[in-house]
Nanobody
């Protein structure tokens, strides 16, 4: 049973920073890809950033230059450093781990609220 344990959400003022963490456990092999998605009220869940085990990254255009995703393969942990936060970044952030195309898992979500 794979578990994704997220931490680091909270309330911050616009222009501030937060760092999210997500640790995966329960499988012998490390996830191929780990990433962060977010869902704001009334909107669809969207990709924020993802990173492969080899370090290749993808970012949503809206966060490029402000957010940085990184990964510790030894700890099966992914991080999202979020700087210059905006009220539009307010959402529930979900960790995602992909082992294969048919073997993917989600965290429980962590709330990020950015006040103006």
């Amino acid at each position: 049973q794979v578990q994704l344990v997220e931490s680091g959400g909270g309330l911050v003022q616009a222009g501030g920073s937060l760092r999210l963490s997500c640790a995966a456990s329960g499988k012998f092999f490390r996830p191929n890809t780990m990433g962060w998605y977010r869902q704001a009220p009334g909107k669809q869940r969207e990709l924020v950033a993802r990173i492969t085990s080899g370090g290749s990254t993808n970012y949503a255009d809206s966060v490029k230059g402000r957010f940085t995703i990184s990964r510790d393969n030894a700890r099966n942990t992914v991080y999202l450093q979020m700087n210059s936060l905006k009220p539009d970044d307010t959402a529930v952030y979900y960790c995602n781990a992909v082992y294969t195309i048919s073997d993917t898992y989600w965290g429980q979500g962590t709330q990020v609220t950015v006040s103006s």
